[in-house]
């Protein structure tokens, strides 16, 4: 063993970190998260594919997760890092519930700290690669959001990520309005859904539809669409296309 090999071990002995690796890209990803506000709260959609790579391996992957008492979050992006993130909120809630208040975090704080979150991770070059969304109600107050993988937040009567941000959000500039009801959302968050399962090649036809209101948060058993693949343009892409064969 020569000296700088001698040196390189010793430091890596003394400081772990510094053999340490950065997440240079996922391996196991979900695809977009779509979500609205309604008459009573919040709907969001996500279909429950896992990519490995190009291919589809695991397709019973849950997307959304309650967050305390007010909130429901969803993920795009890397499984394992949407793992982690739970993990920090599940320190942040179990903090929040030690002080026994009678106070908890609602949807806003809890998206101020994912914000922090995110951004603090890009900073170090070691993001968390993950398109998040945000969804909750409390004191009657409906709140949606989402967060970029590097910190980038905003607010909306309705979010979406990936694909979803592409061809989701048109539709639901078109059609969304303020007092939807429940089953007037569910139809329109399928319609979204439906839309991505065509066009995106991450998208599986297995989904699950989150209802967040004032008294909790229900997540609805994993279902399919009813889907046509009889269009023209699906079954002979090319005809009319300048230069194909």
């Not at 700290?113 to 070691?126: D, E, Q």
């Not at 539809?209 to 399919?224: D, H, N, R, W």
Request: aromatic share 10%.
């Amino acid at each position: 063993m020569n000296m700088s090999e001698s040196v390189q071990l010793t430091n890596t002995l003394i400081n772990p970190e510094a053999a340490s690796q950065r997440t240079l890209y996922p391996y196991v990803t979900g695809t977009s998260v779509v979500a609205i506000k309604y008459k009573d709260g919040i709907l969001m959609a996500a279909d429950m594919g896992g990519s490995y790579g190009s291919t589809l391996r695991y397709k019973s992957v849950e997307r959304m997760k309650s967050v305390g008492k007010h909130s429901v979050l969803g993920a795009s992006g890397e499984i394992s890092d949407f793992q982690e993130i739970l993990r920090y909120l599940d320190e942040l809630i179990l903090h929040d519930n030690m002080w026994d208040d009678g106070n908890s975090l609602g949807p806003k704080e809890v998206h101020n700290y994912l914000t922090r979150l995110m951004y603090n991770r890009r900073n170090k070059f070691n993001p968390l690669w993950n398109s998040l969304v945000l969804g909750g109600v409390k004191n009657g107050q409906k709140y949606l959001g989402s967060v970029s993988m590097i910190g980038v937040h905003f607010e909306d009567n309705h979010v979406a990520t990936g694909f979803g941000n592409h061809l989701a959000r048109p539709i639901l500039r078109d059609e969304w309005k303020e007092d939807l009801s429940f089953e007037e959302g569910v139809k329109l968050l399928e319609k979204c859904m439906r839309v991505l399962l065509y066009r995106d090649r991450s998208a599986v036809n297995k989904l699950q539809i989150a209802k967040l209101t004032e008294e909790g948060m229900t997540m609805s058993q994993p279902y399919s669409l009813k889907t046509f693949w009889g269009f023209g343009a699906f079954q002979n892409p090319t005809v009319g296309a300048e230069g194909s064969w």
